[in-house]
């Protein structure tokens, strides 16, 4: 049974739509986090919540926005999708905030045309 | 189930001395390998890399090495020291590709001067 699952792994659309991408995690961590993947393959936080609160919100475009409707699941929605969203994105779970043992999805490979 | 595994949730090593971390693995068809180190309330960076098809690859003072009959990763740091305190995760990719990525849970790493 998958501890974090993301859906889908694989999105290709045209620019300018709206897409969303889902992540469920069944371990009943606190903390779950969206992670954008460079092509350098580094990997930037975007969001996190703890207890469908959020705690981390870099600076990113307000085009992404994430909805926690509970702490099992924690979504990341994408208005206007531009070319330069084109990347991998990761969701991740821990225990608390500290974060330190985190379980990753498997990720979400997002293409824009 | 956890394909890539980090059995140690913590480490502790003196200043000037050899940092071991350790991951294993369990799918044969993984062909690349990766390290990424990550502080508190940031993202992981991608740290040293290794293919499948080599059992060692160096850079500085981090080294990779690869067992692919124990299915074993691990990341050598020499000299540790009190900047290398973070959490490091290793991750394997799937396909030629890397369309599928697998995260361990990460090892916290404490330097102690």
């Known amino acids: 049974d998958t501890a974090v699952s993301q859906t889908p792994k694989y999105l290709v659309t045209q620019m300018g739509n709206d897409k969303s991408i889902k992540c469920e995690q069944n371990l009943g961590h606190d903390t779950m986090y969206w992670y954008k993947q460079d092509s350098k393959k580094f990997l930037k936080i975007m969001f996190s919540?703890?207890?469908?609160?959020?705690?981390i919100n870099e600076t990113v475009p307000n085009r992404f926005s994430p909805k926690s409707p509970d702490k099992a699941h924690l979504n990341l929605h994408i208005n206007s999708l531009e070319l330069g969203d084109s990347a991998v994105y990761f969701c991740?779970?821990?225990?608390?905030?500290?974060?330190?043992?985190?379980?990753f999805g498997p990720g979400t490979r997002l293409l824009v045309l | 189930d956890q394909q890539v595994k980090q059995n140690s949730p913590s480490l502790s090593v003196q200043e000037g001395r050899i940092s071991i971390l350790n991951c294993d693995y369990t799918n044969s068809m993984f062909d690349y390998f990766l390290w990424y180190k990550k502080y508190p309330a940031e993202g992981p960076t991608f740290l040293i890399s290794i293919s499948s098809i080599k059992d060692k690859n160096e850079d500085g003072r981090f080294t990779v090495f690869l067992n692919k009959s124990a299915k074993h990763l691990s990341l050598h740091i020499v000299p540790s020291q009190p900047g290398d305190s973070a959490v490091y995760f290793c991750a394997a990719l799937l396909g030629d590709t890397g369309n599928q990525f697998y995260f361990g849970t990460g090892t916290s790493l404490t330097v102690i001067p």
């Open positions: 991740a779970s821990s225990q608390d905030r500290g974060g330190e043992t985190q379980y």
């Open positions: 919540y703890n207890n469908k609160e959020l705690i």
